[in-house]
Every structure is written in C-alpha cells, then in structure tokens.
C-alpha cells in the first residue's frame, strides 16, 4: 500500500534508514502519544488529581502493539485524529475505573504536539550521532590530505593550485555550523505541550501549571512560559535545519560526483562488487550514495516550504495549516538521515588518487601557475605589462604544447627579470598554495577532533 518510495520495501533501501523509521514512523509517534497519556497520568497522581492505581494501569496498558489498528484507523476517519479513537481503545485496556481517568484536562493538540517532541528527540539523536562521524571522518581527510596538491577549479576549468585537505575543510565548515545550531535549536524544540483546548488550561483550574511542569518532568521536556499549539516556529526552524544540513551535504556530493568522472577520476566512492554497476557496462562505477544524497537533499528542501506555510495558524486553534505538517515533518527526518547516512560513508570511505591529481594538475603543462607568475612579475615591470607577458606566454605554451615554463623562457621580458631557477620554483604548483593549510588548521582546530 504504500507510495512514497522512501516507505517502500524495495526502494526504502535507498531513502532513509530503518532507524529513523523507527523513530517517526507510525507506530513510533502512536507509542509516544501513548507515551504522553501515560506521564499525564502519573503526574496528576502525583498531584493528587488522579487515583495512582488508575495512572498505573494507564501506564501498562499504553503500548500501541496493543492497540486495534484498523479499529483506531476507522475513529481517525471519522474524527480527523487518531486521539480520540486511541483514548477510548487505552480506557478499554486500562479498565473501566481507570477509562474514567485518562487525557484529563488535556486536548488532542496537547497529545500530538508532545508526542511529535519525543519523536523528534529520537530523530535528533541519530542525526546528531551521524553528524558527528561525518565531521570526525572528513576531518581525519582533511588532516591526511593537508598538503596533497590538486588543482582548484571555478567554472569547471582549473583555475589555482588548491589542496585536497582544503576541499574536505570547505565541506567539513558548514557541518560544523550545523552541529552548533543544533544544540542552539534543541531546548527551543524539546518542550512539552500543554495547554488545554485553548491554551490556557482551565479546565485544571489552578493546577493546570503544576501539571504542566510535572508532565514535563515525567517526559523529561522543558516548560515553555505559554503553550505553543498555535506557534509552530520551532518545529519549523528543526525542518528548515535539516534543509540547511543537506544543502551542505550536496555539496560535497556534487564535488565528489565530479571528480569521479572518468576524465578526472581523483576521488571516488567507497567501492564494493557491484556498487554503482551498470546492467549493461561493466567498467561503470557510478556515484549512487552522492545520487542520492541529492535526491532526498532535494526532497528535503521541498519540504521546508510546505512546513513553513502551515505556520499560519487561525486563533487558537487552526483550520487546515496543522494538517500538513504530518506529511512533511516525518518525511523531512528520513530524508535528511538518509542523506546523512550516504555522505557518511562516502566522507568514511571515500578513495584519494594523489598521484591522478597530480597528472591533472600538470594537464595544462604549468598554466594553472599563471596568476603566480604574474603576480611574481608585477613589482619588477607594472602589473599591465606583467599580465601581458604571461598571457603571451600562455598562448605559446598551448598553442606549441610546452610547458609554461619554457614559454616564458622564451621572453626576454621575463628573463631579464626572473633567472630560470625563480621560473622552475614559481611555476611549481606547490609554492602557491597562500593560506590554505593555515585555513584547514583553523577548521581543524573548530572540529576538535
């Protein structure tokens, strides 16, 4: 029955994982409304306002392997939530007496917002742990490859000699910000949500705040100072995080998917038999975990508009804008984990051809070396009439095929400035790295690994 790919059986492999399915999917986020009823319970007990052996046989019977699925599909229908049918199926597990007990003083927004919290705590902490690796292993590359020289490219064409270990600090940065935010986003986000059917709780009258704080304490939550059912900023800013997390991500998949190209071939995928083959080419190694990290990257990113637009809530209660929010925010966690999971093996697992960036940097016979020269002649004969020589220069070495070296032997302007041992050293591709490995330290240094 299922039609979104990322929920599928045989496609599901290549959307999400398993284990953030297990954290928001169905029956993740019925157990935690479970979850919820239950604290509710056994913190009105506490309070006095419960009979403790209703809120212990609340709390035994609150597992949603218990409960009546097609029965609770079939309330759902015909009320709009499931609350109302998974109250009544938990009253009749609980016990007649203990029936008479539960979702007191609460409203179905109070469940569901709450039960979404728990779920994305559980969503939060395998994306944050996978974070981590992310960032320990490209900064285990960016430390290796410090100095491995590779040409920098801009509009596809070599443009500057970079290093490797700079491109894997340039991917690893963002993600260092992205962990910051995210400690910065949780306390806004795990807050429990409490508030009665409009908010202000006064169907527990003046215990309606002692309930509040103690059904957060149960649920390990923190108390907001207004109910938010209406103010969906935080759950908003956790969907707009992961789009901004896999934006990053696409980056470095799309630097990657590049150089594995055959014509540049200097890193690739992690390679096992038969990953990225092809049914009919059997030399192909395609870049499927960099493929993919883009398709759910993209994914991810349509869903941040439809999350956003359901901010608009009417009143103290919306009409419309809150039912959305189902379809995307779920799906916008197994997304973003499974991009996550994809870079993660491809920063673990990635193979470096060193000596193929070599060959690559020395294509174009020392040209990438132009702006060096240049920069290198400027002080001795004005920079107008240095930009000249090199140029010329380069117009030689590609149109004779000798390196840029011999061209500008060639020009007494530049010997008569530059003797041929400051040519070899200038043109050499590893004198003109600037600040770059001052730049992966310092990332380096941020990682802390």
């Known amino acids: 029955m299922s039609v979104n790919p990322a929920d599928a059986t045989v496609w599901g492999v290549l959307y999400g994982t398993d284990a953030m399915r297990s954290a928001v999917g169905e029956m993740a986020l019925l157990q935690r409304m479970l979850d919820v009823e239950a604290a509710l319970a056994r913190a009105e007990a506490g309070l006095g306002i419960v009979p403790a052996e209703a809120a212990r046989a609340i709390t035994e019977a609150a597992r949603a392997d218990r409960l009546d699925l097609p029965k609770l599909a079939a309330a759902t229908r015909n009320t709009g939530y499931p609350v109302v049918g998974l109250v009544k199926q938990l009253g009749a597990l609980a016990g007649e007496e203990a029936a008479r007990w ?6 179905t927004q109070d469940i569901l917002d709450t039960a979404l919290v ?10 944050r742990r996978d974070l981590d690796a992310t ?37 690893l940065a963002p993600l260092l910000n992205a962990r910051e935010t995210l400690d910065a986003l949780l306390p806004r986000l795990l807050r429990v949500q409490f508030g009665g059917a409009v908010g202000t709780l006064a169907s527990l009258g003046e215990q309606g705040p002692a309930v509040a704080e103690a059904l957060a304490k149960e649920l390990e939550l923190a108390v907001p100072e207004i109910p ?6 935080t759950v908003t800013e956790a969907v707009c995080w992961c789009g901004i997390l896999c934006g990053a991500l696409s980056k470095m998949a799309t630097d990657v998917m590049l150089l594995m190209q055959t014509e540049v071939a200097e890193v690739f995928e992690p390679h096992e038999a038969g990953r990225g083959g092809s049914s009919t080419m059997p030399q192909k190694r395609n870049p499927i975990a960099c493929e993919y990290v883009l398709a759910q990257a993209r994914g991810v990113h349509a869903l941040v508009p439809q999350v956003m637009s359901a901010m608009a809530l009417d009143h103290e209660r919306g009409t419309g804008p809150w039912q959305a929010e189902p ?9 973003t984990h499974g991009a996550l999971d994809q870079a993660r093996q491809i920063a673990q697992g990635m193979t470096v051809d060193a000596a193929r960036m070599r060959r690559n940097l020395d294509a174009t016979g ?18 107008g009439a240095a930009h000249d020589a090199v140029h010329h220069a380069c117009d030689v070495a590609l149109e004779e095929r000798i390196p840029l070296a011999e061209a500008l032997s060639r020009d007494g302007r530049v010997t008569g400035e530059m003797p041929a041992g400051e040519i070899a050293r200038i043109t050499d591709p590893s004198s003109y790295l600037g600040s770059a490995g ?7 240094a941020r990682a802390g690994v």
Do not use: N, S
């Open 228 to 233: 938010w059912h209406v103010a969906r900023d």
């Open 102 to 107: 539960t979702h007191w003083g609460a409203t």
């Open 118 to 127: 728990l779920a994305l705590r559980d969503a939060f902490a395998l994306i």
């Open 366 to 383: 020392g040209a990438i070396m132009a702006e060096a020269v240049m920069m290198g002649l400027a002080p001795k004969l004005g920079r």
């Open 327 to 335: 379809l995307a925010i779920p799906q916008a966690m197994l997304l």
């Open 438 to 444: 001052l730049f992966v330290d310092r990332v380096l």
């Open 135 to 171: 960032i320990a292993a490209l900064a285990a590359r960016a430390r290796e490859h410090r100095d491995t020289v590779m040409a920098g490219r801009t509009h596809l064409q070599h443009a500057l000699p970079v290093t490797f270990g700079y491109k894997c600090a340039v991917w």
